[in-house]
């Protein structure tokens, strides 16, 4: 398949923490995407870490600590 989509941050935080966020057309695409459909950039996963870092979101997970 080739990509279709593309997730911003948003989008991918929402998709993860928050699906009822989305607009009912963000969800139906990333609910029926095949594989290889969706991308997600670097810059998303960046700022990602970016909000980890900064406490405006919590995946749960334990914090990974920096040497």
Do not use: C, N
């Not at 080739?2 to 923490?17: E, F, G, M, P, Q």
């Amino acid at each position: 398949m080739k990509i279709r989509y593309v997730l911003d941050t948003h989008a991918l935080v929402w998709s993860v923490l928050s699906p009822q966020k989305l607009g009912a057309s963000a969800a139906r695409i990333i609910e029926s995407a095949g594989p290889g459909e969706l991308a997600i950039p670097s810059a998303a996963i960046m700022e990602l870490g970016r909000l980890l870092d900064a406490g405006k979101i919590d995946l749960g997970a334990p914090p990974v600590h920096r040497f």
